[in-house]
């Protein structure tokens, strides 16, 4: 890792809010969704196959490395599995929650509403739509959540983040030095369970090493 810093960006798995239809009602915004069984499944082939590869992505050391996790439970319950396969203690951190919205909207939202909410947010970066946090305050707490991981690249180990689609959308954002004005044409799929892989230079040049690999669930289907 001499030299610069590897980030192990991780979706959570499919959880219970990842399986509605566009016509379902969503009275809120749900902080405890819990993993679908098919989400378990997920995050077990994804620790495997971590555990498998660390060899090669984690060099030298697994034992330098963090494992920080969003608290909200969908990303807490996939940390810890990952936690129990890589061997690692789990951390947790506010900012690596999802974008902050209402858990009681003021009408139930059709799931393709709140699609469409969470659309316009990126095209109004600056603006709070619908009581939901702006992708500019969303970005500032990536932002924050990345410079508190401070000090010498050579001293310090690589992270695995376990977040959620919008944040991940955030901090890719912010490692890979992108502008706002490029969420008109740019954006990252992000899976349940895509790994993204990025490596940061000393000099904060980073590059994007592997994007949304979902090569673990062949498996999981």
Same mark, same amino acid.
């Given at each position: 890792?001499?030299?610069h810093?590897?980030f192990v960006?991780?979706r959570?798995?499919?959880? /219970?809010v990842?399986?509605l239809?566009d016509?379902?009602?969503m009275?809120g915004?749900?902080?405890?969704a ?27 050391r697994? /034992?330098d ?9 969908r990303?807490?319950?996939?940390a810890?599995?990952?936690?129990g ?10 900012r ?22 969470l659309?316009q ?11 939901v ?7 500032a ?10 000090g010498?690249p050579?001293?310090?180990?690589g992270?695995v983040l ?26 990252f799929r ?16 980073s590059?994007l090493?592997?994007?949304?690999s ?8």
């Amino acid at each position: 890792m001499t030299g610069h810093r590897r980030f192990v960006l991780v979706r959570h798995a499919q959880a /219970s809010v990842n399986v509605l239809r566009d016509d379902d009602l969503m009275p809120g915004f749900d902080p405890n969704a819990d993993l679908t069984a098919l989400g378990r499944r997920q995050a077990a082939a994804l620790g495997a196959h971590l555990r498998r590869g660390s060899a090669r992505w984690a060099a030298p050391r697994l /034992s330098d490395w963090r494992l920080i996790s969003s608290p909200q439970r969908r990303a807490a319950r996939t940390a810890q599995v990952l936690s129990g396969a890589l061997g690692l203690p789990l951390e947790h951190d506010t900012r690596l929650a999802e974008v902050s919205a209402p858990e009681r909207f003021p009408r139930p939202l059709r799931v393709h509403e709140w699609d469409a909410v969470l659309e316009q947010r990126l095209l109004r970066p600056d603006e709070q739509i619908a009581g939901v946090e702006s992708w500019t305050a969303q970005r500032a707490r990536a932002r924050e959540f990345l410079a508190a991981c401070g000090g010498p690249p050579e001293r310090r180990g690589g992270l695995v983040l376990v977040s959620h689609a919008e944040t991940i959308q955030a901090l890719l954002f912010e490692l890979l030095g992108l502008g706002d004005e490029l969420l008109r044409t740019v954006r990252f799929r992000i899976s349940n369970t895509g790994v993204f892989i990025v490596d940061r230079t000393e000099e904060e040049c980073s590059s994007l090493v592997v994007a949304n690999s979902k090569a673990h669930l062949a498996r999981t289907a």
